[in-house]
């Protein structure tokens, strides 16, 4: 393959491993702020939200490269993107700038704490609808015509996008639970585990739901699934997911288990991207955009991959050495003050 081939996939590997590591380390801090509302009391919200506090604010440096990237690679999807998802693009960054101030005041906060508490709740929550909201309208399609959005300022509401909104906020939920599961003990674990196990069937009922609905889309997004005998080759990625959630299911069962369940769940959210992909492959837009048509020119695509290879390795190293740092549990009273 030559550059002109090889290099926008090169630039969507990117952009979606960038998607990824966003979803899985941002996600369970909103899913903590969704699950903020079931705390027994305001000590008990500290050390939830404590076993995020030192790492939340680098997790949002992967939204920030999705986000870049998409520009830098594939400008002409990104109008697209922006032109029509205008709407739920605004909610998402007001929602997370409400989410990051709330966190911030909360800890510093006396008389008006709870206020901060709720704000950090609702801020975490928007923001995941949002992120579901956007995805659904992407995988349904977005109306293009000539290289331009026509479809007002609504194109992205349908049943569907409602749909995928409330499976990512539940996704996060349990992605939250999970994370608490592993990093807290007392009646902070026993309460993310009480909730780890129905958000758990939650989550299997809407893969299930938005799965099912996928392949009457008139995007397409699935037909490779169903043609020329893909389905065949395909086939592990969701007996796959099946054997992990089976696996997830016995594991929030289970008393003693602390590292399982968080694991699990992320291989749930890693399979069910995969699958998404395989799904669009090669449209970056589906079902009217591939990856060669959003694509900027080689020599901008060359130039900008030179900068990302010096950054990458940056962001990864400081991931995983922050997160190394703060591992091992949470216990009231340590923790960001």
């Known amino acids: 393959m030559d550059m002109t081939t090889w290099l926008p996939v090169a630039w969507f590997a990117v952009i979606?491993?960038?998607?990824?590591?966003?979803?899985?380390?941002?996600?369970?801090?909103?899913?903590?702020?969704v699950l903020a509302p079931f705390a027994e009391d305001e000590q008990q919200l500290d050390v939830m939200m404590n076993t995020a506090?030192?790492?939340?604010?680098?997790?949002?440096?992967?939204?920030?490269?999705?986000?870049?990237?998409?520009?830098?690679?594939?400008?002409?999807?990104?109008?697209v993107l922006l032109s029509g998802l205008y709407l739920p693009v605004l909610l998402l960054v007001v929602a997370l700038v409400f989410r990051g101030v709330a966190f911030e005041f909360r800890f510093k906060a006396h008389r008006s704490r709870r206020l901060w508490s709720v704000s950090f709740a609702l801020g975490s929550l928007l923001a995941s609808f949002a992120q579901g909201v956007i995805l659904g309208a992407l995988v349904q399609g977005l109306p293009v015509e000539d290289g331009h959005y026509v479809g007002g300022a609504f194109g992205w509401f349908s049943p569907f996008s409602m749909l995928t909104g409330a499976a990512v906020v539940t996704g996060y939920a349990l992605l939250g639970s999970t994370w608490l599961i592993l990093k807290t003990e007392g009646?902070?674990?026993?309460?993310?585990?009480?909730?780890?196990?129905?958000?758990?069937?939650?989550?299997?009922?809407?893969?299930?739901l938005v799965s099912t609905w996928l392949p009457f889309l008139q995007s397409g997004v699935m037909e490779r699934w169903f043609s020329d005998g893909n389905f065949w080759w395909l086939a592990p990625v969701p007996l796959l997911t099946l054997g992990v959630a089976a696996a997830l299911w016995r594991s929030v069962m289970h008393p003693r288990r602390d590292l399982p369940p968080f694991l699990l769940t992320?291989?749930?959210?890693?399979?069910?991207?995969?699958?998404?992909?395989?799904?669009?492959?090669?449209?970056?837009l589906p079902p009217s955009m591939t990856l060669w048509q959003a694509a900027a020119p080689t020599s901008s695509l060359g130039f900008s991959m030179v900068g990302l290879v010096l950054l990458?390795?940056?962001i990864l190293g400081y991931t995983v050495w922050s997160y190394r740092v703060f591992r091992g549990k949470v216990t009231a009273g340590t923790g960001y003050h």
Not at 54 to 78: C, M, R, S
Not at 188 to 201: D, G, I, K, N, Y
Not at 268 to 275: C, D, Y
């Open 16 to 33: 979606g491993f960038g998607v990824l590591m966003y979803v899985v380390l941002d996600g369970f801090v909103l899913g903590i702020g």
């Open 53 to 79: 506090a030192p790492i939340w604010d680098g997790n949002e440096t992967w939204l920030v490269l999705g986000g870049a990237g998409l520009l830098a690679a594939f400008p002409k999807a990104y109008a």
């Open 187 to 208: 009646r902070e674990q026993a309460l993310a585990r009480s909730l780890a196990r129905p958000l758990t069937v939650a989550v299997i009922v809407f893969m299930g």
């Open 266 to 284: 992320l291989a749930l959210f890693v399979l069910g991207f995969i699958g998404l992909v395989l799904g669009m492959w090669p449209y970056l």
């Open 312 to 314: 990458l390795p940056v």
